[in-house]
């Protein structure tokens, strides 16, 4: 009974079991059928994508194609008309061709029958030329029996008759034509030079030996003075000049024959009194950046002159020497106004005999930059100055103007009698110069560089219009002891070398300085 119970059961299981697995199977159909039929739907989604994808690709591609047809064709339709363009032109030029190759058959038969016709009438002039050439040696021998000499015997006294009349007829034409030259280039030369001096405006000499100083009031005067008058030695010192400062109100007098002194006492005066600090260090200082100050303006001078008169491409120095000549003065005529005078006249006469006129222009500016040299030279000022140009790249025609305007070279150009004829004018027009006031300065001039021979000198100032002449020596070459024997020694040589009027005074001043930086 156990054992059928237990089969009983076993069956039992068993049959549940594999109901139970029945139902699963079932269920897994079930959801394959719905996962295929899920596919099969999605599939065919996918697929219309595919091929409404491939679709819009064909249409791109076929657009795409399509554009580059229509390319194709348009430059296929470009070329045609570029080639129906060229065989048309070239159709115009093949007929033109034959035009001018029907014209050129016809001038070329029309040339060869003028031709065989040239031939024919030089065959018969060469006829005729022979028959008269027998004609005239027929003629020719027949006269020469009658005359009894040969035809080249003839012709020899022919041309020896003919020669000594025109010789005479020349000669008495010539003569004329000479006396008239003469009568006329005397005039034409006038006319030329009166011109010229009347289309060029001048000024006189004017010789000024001292600058006026204007102050506001007298007590400026005792702070320019200083203590113990240390503040105007100071001044004269540094500058070179005297300092007159007397009863006359509201002014000091700067005297000296040097322009350029002059006038950087009267900026370097004008700063202090502006400032109100006078005193030694200080007016050392001013003084010094006022010579500064006043090369840049010479500087500015020379350039300012040559753009004014219009010429280009000087050298840097020959503009400052040009501006230099502003404080410096030829027999009482300012350098500078006579050398722009000349510069203008050379352009002008220049102009009227037909020859450059810049040119002369600028060989009139710089005929004496060598009046204002920058060292001691013992050669004449237009030699010095025509080396100048040549050492600064100007022409040779205004080199040698230069150089031959006072005859020390030969002149080579026609520029340089014209810049020796203008000088002379500008120079020689009345009241263009003095004698006496150049003579002065040669005298002060000379009075210095004597003192400044001496050993030890380091600055000379000539003052009181050359009756007093004040040595400045350096304290590290000089003694006490030698101050005397220099002085002496200057005096001797100003009795021995020079020629002046009255007496000078001999100042030797030697000054010891200790100059130290706190840093």
Same mark, same amino acid.
């Given at each position: 009974?156990?054992?059928?119970?237990?089969?009983?059961? $076993?069956?039992?299981?068993?049959?549940?079991?594999?109901?139970?697995?029945?139902? *699963?199977?079932?269920?897994?159909?079930?959801?394959?059928?719905?996962?295929?039929?899920?596919?099969?739907?999605?599939?065919?989604?996918?697929?219309?994508?595919?091929? $409404? #994808?491939?679709?819009?690709?064909?249409?791109?591609?076929?657009?795409?194609?399509?554009?580059?047809?229509?390319? @194709?064709?348009?430059?296929?339709?470009?070329?045609?008309?570029?080639?129906?363009?060229?065989?048309?032109?070239?159709?115009?030029?093949?007929?033109?061709?034959?035009?001018?190759?029907?014209?050129?058959?016809?001038?070329?038969?029309?040339?060869? *029958?003028?031709? @065989?016709?040239?031939? +024919?009438? &030089? !065959?018969? &002039?060469?006829?005729?030329?022979?028959?008269?050439?027998?004609?005239?040696?027929?003629?020719?021998?027949?006269?020469?029996?009658?005359?009894?000499?040969?035809?080249?015997?003839? *012709?020899?006294?022919?041309?020896?008759?003919?020669?000594?009349?025109?010789?005479?007829?020349?000669?008495?034409?010539?003569? !004329?034509?000479?006396?008239?030259? *003469?009568?006329?280039?005397?005039?034409?030369?006038?006319?030329?030079?009166?011109?010229?001096?009347?289309?060029?405006?001048?000024?006189?000499?004017?010789?000024?030996?001292?600058?006026?100083?204007?102050?506001?009031?007298?007590? &400026?005067?005792?702070?320019?003075?200083?203590?113990?008058?240390? +503040?105007?030695?100071?001044?004269?010192?540094?500058?070179?000049?005297?300092?007159?400062?007397?009863?006359?109100?509201?002014?000091? /007098?700067?005297?000296?024959?040097?322009?350029?002194?002059?006038?950087?006492?009267?900026?370097?005066?004008?700063?202090?009194?502006?400032?109100?600090?006078?005193?030694?260090?200080?007016?050392?200082?001013?003084?010094?950046?006022?010579?500064?100050?006043?090369?840049?303006?010479?500087?500015?001078?020379?350039?300012?002159? %040559?753009?004014?008169?219009?010429?280009?491409?000087?050298?840097?120095?020959?503009?400052?020497?040009?501006?230099?000549?502003?404080?410096?003065?030829?027999?009482?005529?300012?350098?500078?106004?006579?050398?722009?005078?000349?510069?203008?006249?050379?352009?002008?006469?220049?102009?009227?005999?037909?020859?450059?006129?810049?040119?002369?222009?600028?060989?009139?500016?710089?005929?004496?930059?060598?009046?204002?040299?920058?060292?001691?030279?013992?050669?004449?000022?237009?030699?010095?100055?025509?080396?100048?140009?040549?050492?600064?790249?100007?022409?040779?025609?205004?080199?040698?103007?230069?150089?031959?305007?006072?005859? #020390?070279?030969?002149?080579?150009? $026609? &520029?340089?009698?014209?810049?020796?004829?203008?000088?002379?004018?500008?120079?020689?027009?009345?009241?263009?110069?003095?004698?006496?006031?150049?003579?002065?300065?040669?005298?002060?001039?000379?009075?210095?560089?004597? %003192?400044? @021979?001496?050993?030890?000198?380091?600055?000379?100032?000539?003052?009181?219009?050359?009756?007093?002449?004040?040595?400045? /020596?350096?304290?590290?070459?000089?003694?006490?002891?030698?101050?005397?024997?220099?002085?002496?020694?200057?005096?001797?040589?100003?009795?021995?070398?020079?020629?002046?009027?009255?007496? /000078?005074?001999?100042?030797?001043?030697?000054?010891?300085?200790?100059?130290?930086?706190?840093?």
């Amino acid at each position: 009974m156990e054992l059928i119970t237990i089969i009983v059961a $076993l069956v039992g299981v068993v049959i549940g079991f594999g109901g139970g697995y029945i139902l *699963k199977i079932k269920s897994l159909n079930k959801k394959a059928k719905n996962i295929i039929k899920e596919a099969k739907l999605e599939a065919e989604v996918l697929k219309k994508e595919k091929m $409404l #994808e491939a679709k819009e690709n064909f249409i791109h591609l076929k657009g795409k194609h399509d554009k580059k047809v229509a390319e @194709s064709n348009n430059r296929i339709a470009v070329l045609e008309n570029k080639f129906r363009q060229k065989e048309s032109a070239f159709n115009l030029r093949k007929e033109d061709f034959n035009r001018k190759l029907k014209e050129f058959e016809q001038t070329k038969n029309e040339t060869d *029958k003028l031709k @065989s016709n040239l031939t +024919n009438q &030089i !065959e018969i &002039i060469e006829k005729k030329q022979l028959e008269l050439d027998r004609q005239l040696s027929v003629q020719v021998e027949k006269l020469e029996k009658i005359a009894g000499i040969s035809a080249e015997e003839a *012709k020899e006294q022919i041309v020896k008759s003919l020669t000594a009349e025109a010789k005479t007829a020349a000669m008495s034409h010539i003569n !004329e034509i000479i006396d008239e030259a *003469k009568i006329t280039a005397n005039k034409e030369a006038k006319k030329i030079v009166i011109k010229t001096i009347q289309r060029v405006g001048t000024e006189t000499a004017v010789e000024n030996a001292v600058t006026v100083f204007h102050i506001e009031s007298d007590e &400026i005067k005792g702070r320019i003075i200083g203590r113990e008058g240390r +503040n105007i030695r100071a001044l004269e010192a540094a500058t070179g000049i005297e300092i007159v400062v007397d009863d006359t109100p509201e002014a000091i /007098v700067l005297s000296s024959f040097d322009p350029i002194r002059r006038e950087i006492a009267r900026l370097a005066m004008h700063k202090l009194v502006t400032d109100g600090r006078i005193h030694p260090a200080r007016i050392e200082e001013v003084v010094s950046k006022t010579k500064n100050f006043i090369e840049e303006e010479i500087l500015e001078t020379g350039k300012k002159t %040559a753009i004014d008169l219009g010429i280009h491409g000087l050298h840097i120095e020959l503009l400052r020497m040009i501006g230099r000549m502003k404080y410096r003065s030829s027999y009482g005529q300012n350098l500078l106004q006579h050398s722009r005078e000349t510069a203008k006249l050379c352009a002008v006469m220049a102009s009227e005999l037909g020859l450059n006129s810049n040119l002369a222009k600028r060989a009139g500016l710089l005929h004496d930059i060598g009046k204002v040299p920058d060292e001691e030279i013992d050669i004449p000022h237009a030699i010095y100055g025509m080396k100048l140009a040549e050492r600064y790249k100007e022409k040779p025609e205004v080199c040698n103007a230069i150089g031959a305007h006072h005859d #020390e070279v030969e002149m080579t150009s $026609l &520029i340089s009698p014209l810049v020796q004829v203008c000088d002379a004018i500008s120079g020689a027009r009345p009241g263009a110069r003095r004698e006496v006031a150049e003579s002065y300065i040669k005298r002060i001039k000379k009075l210095e560089d004597l %003192a400044l @021979s001496e050993e030890g000198v380091i600055k000379t100032y000539a003052i009181q219009a050359g009756r007093e002449l004040r040595v400045i /020596v350096g304290s590290d070459k000089v003694s006490d002891k030698d101050i005397e024997r220099i002085s002496n020694s200057i005096a001797r040589r100003i009795e021995e070398e020079m020629t002046y009027p009255g007496q /000078v005074k001999i100042t030797v001043i030697r000054e010891n300085r200790s100059v130290s930086y706190a840093k």
